[in-house]
């Protein structure tokens, strides 16, 4: 091996490291540390005038195992992400269909589609707030034409967790439309025309050979929606700000809740160790996925 | 726009180079309040804000509002816990437990010392004072103070053979009426649940003869026999009497409800009154609450606080604009533009709201409710141990639960929460 | 029966975008009439401006449109800085340790500032940087979604244009400005959209490290307007909320292809 070859080694080396160490740097400071932090911060008990601050291993943890809101807010969110994924998930693509294929007032659809992607989702609980209010709300008004009664769709336990659900599927929707949009757009036109020719009907030919060529698509967005399922939850500051009586309270507003409601940071820690382990274990799966797939590129 | 912390250390202060800081011959306080009703009530306070620094050129006042009480509380927080400066807040009465336990706030005995100060003190109305007393102690002034009052639409009461000048005064009354205004989508009551449930719900117990809580913050009576039967009351208005909607009434769109003529009667704060004044298109009344076993409401609202971490110029300033911001003058114009009470007698006797409530007397039903007025619910842990009863509040009225069972479960966990500081 | 199928899909697909866009449609009606108007549904009750005029009076709305626009620009500068240099090193150089620090980067994916909101938040505090933009700012500049983006697109640069500059006498970062930057401008446009449309949106964080006038975000001012004490006027909110929305709605509206573009660019690499 040459000396030359060896010195741009090390320059390589050397260059690889400084162009890298700004962004390791904010890496650290705001993503690894804070980590570290938490897992450090959830062992100790919180601190009053009267108890100062101590080592507790995993009381912090146990409490919360103990903690009916615990579960039920960790129940909700299963379910809030058991709905979202697969609903926005069919909605996106049948938007994607539609929007690909040659209907009248393809422009208006899809602007119509993506427009919640790009409103915040504050705005947009504000705007789905105007439908939901009892006696008054757009919904109440329509169903009152049918002689419906009034509906307290915020206000009930049964209704609140699904009315925060249809605004993230209505917000989230949109946007994974477009993931399938592109993925349709690389579908040779041929394969249609051959299924048209074989006499396939457009049923069969979307199960047998779309689905499957979305198939990547899918898992991008599916991994994407179970991301969201943990993260969106501004419109609850709006709408339910969790109630009533927790039925729509999800884990990431019980953790701002912990920490800058209740001041109780050490539970607010257990409780983002706990997600983090859950996210980690999603990471996973998607880096064997992604793996696979950069074997066949 | 404020790239970066005028206290900004380290990062902050590397990157801050050649910003200039201004200079500061003169004492600058920050203040966080919560915002009563929407709209151009922050100019209200800019404007006073203004007045008292006109009066005291000496004194710089940075007033941030923030949302509603518990906004504030986690603003106001938030920037102690940053080192951001905040030398006094305007924040929820019942905060005072918490504030004393996490050592933030300073009791008024240690700076209000001159004589001027102590009869200023003392002349504030006792029951706004009394969430603020805490271990023979002065935690909180009282600023945007209020109790809940029965909002109601004569126009209705007409339109249903009701007198008009008669709102209910006993629970039984209350119902009776409310089956007479109860028509085809109008509901003769709303009471709200959601916001501040726990509110409501100590002012019924109350009037049913049993207080929530104990004076030293460390016990609740949730499972109280006639507490349970205060929260079936509740229920029973709509379940049983049905003159009010099932599930949870919204406290933030009660008062449009109202306006809108959904409901004939209505229990708000008073802190509303200028709202529902502006907003009404019909004839209305205000009335102190109904009674069963006796009268009351619970105290409501925000009192000045004064933090823990300041210096003795900062603090002699905070104690200066509290006092100017509490004067009977300042104290009527802030009653006149929101509908809160004038803080002491001394506000019901300027011109001003003397003027006012000859011409608008339901300006004068929370201050006439206070003899019967009690101090609003408050414990060592507070956020959580409210948080639960609110839950076993909604959770009964939408049904999930029974009155007993969950009241029950509000008072175990209140329990174990105050555990520690019995 | 071609034409029926094709007339079904037409209306489903409209009435789809209709019912998609209606919360919109409504929020603007009731930000046109007055509120007793809105609520009832009264169809042919005059058109108003007033509730734009209230709700602009309520809250310091220019200034909170200063910080958004300075939010995204600064996140936007920082992104741009850290991602290019990050993307560079590892898309072309060798270097021990790569392949483990871009497993830790992508694992930064899944650990999403917004869970570590409690640490992140003292992190804020002892950098002195909270309630400043660039508290808020600063979590996300180093986005290992970015520095992912970058490192694909740097990766399609063909290996003879590095080299013809490399002789011409480029160093390493002459190289990265005059021959990868320029080549990657449609990942920088594509990306620019993602991260000025995501972050102008934000509102978790924002809320959590701003704390007055001067620096809140928006989506912050425009929730605590819409959570006074004593309960909500549903037109003034709605006013609050279309005047919010306007600019990032109106910028999609004239912009909208190369939006979808752009988003699909960012995505799908």
Redesign the interface.
Known sequence: MSAHANLE?RR??I???L??S??????T???????I??MW?SLFSRG????PTEFVGTENYTDLFADPTFWLVAKNNLFYAGVTIPVSIF?AL??AL??N?????RG?????????????????A??????Y????G?LD?IG?LFGLP?V?W????ETALWAIIIVTI?KEA??FM??Y???LQTIPADLKEAADIEGTS?WTYTRRIVLPLLMP?TL?IAVNAM?NS??L??HL??LT?G?????SKLI?YY??EM???????PH??AM?IL??AV??I??AV??LYLDRRTHYQ | MKLLSKTGLGLASAMAVGLALPASAETELTMYYPIAVGGALTEVVDSIVADFEAANPDISVNAIYSGNYDDTRVRALSALESGEPAQLAVMFSIDAYDLIEQELIIPFEEVATSDADKEWLGSFYPALMANGQIEGQTWGIPFQRSTIVAYYNKDMFRAAGLDPEAPPKTWDEMIEMGKALTQGDTYGLMIPSTGYPYWMFQALAIQNGKEVMSDDGVTTYFDDASVIETLEFWKSLSEEHGIMPTGTVEWGTLRQAFLEGQTAMMWHSTGNLTAVKKGANFDFGVAELPGKVRLGSPTGGGNFYLFKDTSDEERAAALKLMKFMTAPEQAAAWSIATGYMGVSPAAYETEALKNYTAEFPPALVARNQLENAVAEFSTFETARVRDGLNNAIQSALTGAKTPAEALAEAQASAVRLLRDYK | MKNLTKFMDSFGAILLAIIWIAPLLFAFWAATHSTSDAVNLNLFSPWTLENFRVAWNGAPWLKYFMNTFILVTVILAGQFFFTTLAGFAFAQLQFPGKDFVFILVLMQLFILPEVLIVENYAMVSRLGLFDTILGVGMPYMASAFGIFLMRQSFKGVPIELHEAARIEGCGLLGILWRVYVPLAKPTYLAYALVSVSTHWNNFLWPLIVTNSPETRPLTVGLSIFGAPENGVDISIISAATMMSVAPLLIAFLIFQRQFVQAFLRAGIK
């Open positions: 080694r390589q080396a260059y690889g490291w162009l890298l700004p962004a390791a740097v904010l890496l400071v705001f993503a690894f540390y804070p980590s932090a938490t911060s009053t005038r009267r108890k909605i049948s938007m539609w929007a294929s040659k209907i009248s007032a208006f659809v899809r602007t119509a589609y993506f427009t919640p992607t790009v409103l915040p989702m504050i705005a947009a504000n705007l789905w707030l105007f439908f209010t009892p006696g008054l757009v008004q009152s009034s307290n915020l206000g009930q336990p209505w949109g946007f477009i993931f949009l592109a993925a457009r698509t991008f991301i943990v993260k939850i501004d500051f709006i700000k109630g009533p009586s927790d039925a990431l953790i701002w920490a800058f409601a209740f001041f109780d940071a607010a820690a983002t997600v983090i996210l980690g999603v990471a998607q880096f």
